[in-house]
């Protein structure tokens, strides 16, 4: 087997220097590629100019600014009540239907009242007899056939009369049920038949005509406040409105424990917009403040 010869020196030198120079132009060309992508990424964004900030310009004025004082209320009624009988009774008569408008002193509710009618007829017989048994005793004493005693006692029997006629009239008028004044009934609560008990509620009734926003305030705004101030009311239910009232009264004592003010504001409400109950967002209206300076 013929034995193999190991490379000469030269042949080892010359391999090493094609080796090198490949090393060489692979790293320049890598070094010149660095070069000309960081050239052209400076010329890149040296391009890009960005456009000038846009500015606009408005005159300052000097003029009054309004003030106020925001708070968060509740609208409530000035009148409302729950219509309830003073007396036991059945129902005979039902005259109003849920949601009507009624005037002050319509008759809503009828209780039976025969029994008290009985007695008043009772009461009224026994006063026409006492006034003729006084007429006869009153002839006979000036007559001196008949003695002042007798007088006394007829007179006492006519006013025991006279005094069941009117508690027979009262109880008569406690049996008829009446608004006791005008405003918007609610959802009726019994129904025709029914026995009801004294405080039994029937319906609610409710004046929208006038209506109160009740509010509170820090106690330190208690200098900016006097009554008859305006007020701006600004409902979720009505977005696009805003409603004027006015401060009627604010609370002479502070709460301890909040240190806030009560105010209550009133305000009319002819097309019954408002209802009691309703959230609102209450602006107290301040002088303004004057000499302002102001932008667009």
Known sequence: TPVRKPPSRTRRVFWFLVFLVIAVVLLGGFYGFEQF????????????????TPVSVAKSVAEAVPQSLEAIGTIVAAHQVTVSPE????????????GQE?????????????????????????????????????????KQFGSKQDVDLQRSQLDQANAGIAKSQTQIGYKTIKAPFAGQLGIRQVNLGQY???????????????LYVDFTLPEQ????????????????????RVFKASVMTIDPQVDPNMRALKVRGQLANPDHTLQPGMFTRVAMLRPPQPDVVTLP
């Open 37 to 52: 992508k960081q050239k052209m990424m400076g010329q890149y964004f040296a391009s890009m100019v960005p456009p000038p």
């Open 87 to 98: 007396v036991d009774g059945k129902i005979v008569a039902l005259k109003f239907e849920s």
């Open 102 to 142: 009624v005037k002050q002193g319509d008759v809503l509710v009828q209780l039976d009242d025969a029994s008290e009618r009985a007695d008043l007829a009772t009461y009224q017989a026994q006063a026409r007899l006492a006034a003729a048994n006084l007429a006869r005793a009153q002839q006979l004493a000036a």
């Open 196 to 210: 009801l008990a004294a405080g039994t509620a029937i319906v609610t009734l409710t004046d929208l005509d006038q």
């Open 221 to 240: 705004d208690r200098p900016s406040l006097s009554a008859g101030q305006d007020i701006e009311l600004r409902l979720d239910a009505f977005p696009d």
